[in-house]
């Protein structure tokens, strides 16, 4: 069973800066399998990135999504208020579909 | 547009079985999967299980294989995950959301579902 784990647990940033988010896999993943999404208090999750890389519909330019093998990272270039969320990283894989425990973004 | 709209909260006793529906549109519905997560209160997302609407076939996350029955009814374009033997660690939102394997990804969801057990 392949086991993601977020990194960091809380960042605490202020807005305009980058947040760099980080995804490790207990063993090596296809990076077409490795998914991001934004959760917001009392929201549902959405979809930001797929493939690792690959923004889904909509989503601004300022994320971004890299990584191979056990390690991946999603990228907010620039933080914006609304940015402001937990991040959950997930991979689609064989019998099991897991979610990392998630990054928690707070302002600073 | 793709929507999942799911059904309302419910309260149970501990041991009963509750039944959540999933009702899709803006898509055909046999062409994608439906996943369903689940988010116990201040905590992460829990993968369960799948379903293919186009053939029946299921994936579920070891935890909840023997108490999770998923169920789909394509003429109405609604998915069904009713969970049995309720605990009050089953307390949590539950979600579903729509499986594209061609991304890899859960690009809809719907709403979630807030299940209370409690006696």
């Known amino acids: 069973e392949i086991v993601l784990t977020q990194s960091p647990g809380t960042l605490s940033l202020s807005p305009g800066e980058r947040a760099t988010l980080s995804c490790r896999a207990s063993?090596?993943?296809?990076?077409?399998?490795l998914a991001w999404y934004q959760q917001k208090p009392g929201q549902a999750p959405r979809l930001l990135i797929y493939?690792?890389?690959t923004r889904a519909t909509g989503i601004p330019d300022r994320f971004s999504g890299s990584g191979s093998g056990t390690d991946f990272t999603l990228t907010i270039s620039r933080l914006e208020p609304e940015d402001f969320a937990v991040y959950y990283c997930q991979h689609f894989g064989g019998t099991l579909w897991m979610f990392g425990q998630g990054t928690k973004v707070e302002s600073k | 547009q793709v929507q999942l709209v799911q059904s309302g909260t419910e309260v149970k006793k501990p041991g009963a079985s509750v039944k959540v529906a999933c009702k899709a549109s803006g898509y055909t519905f046999t062409s994608f999967g439906i996943s369903w997560v689940r988010q116990a209160p201040g905590q992460g997302l829990a993968w369960m299980a799948w379903?293919?609407?186009?053939?029946?076939?299921?994936k579920f996350a070891q935890e909840f294989q023997d108490r999770v029955t998923l169920t789909t009814d394509t003429s109405t374009s609604t998915a069904y995950m009713e969970l049995k033997s309720l605990r009050s660690d089953d307390t949590a939102m539950y979600f579903c959301?729509?499986?594209?394997?061609?991304?890899?990804?859960?690009?809809?969801w719907g709403q979630g579902t807030l299940v209370t057990v409690s006696s």
């Open positions: 379903i293919s609407p186009y053939n029946g076939n299921t």
């Open positions: 063993q090596s993943v296809s990076s077409s399998y």
């Open positions: 493939g690792s890389s």
């Open positions: 959301a729509r499986v594209d394997v061609v991304v890899a990804a859960s690009d809809s």
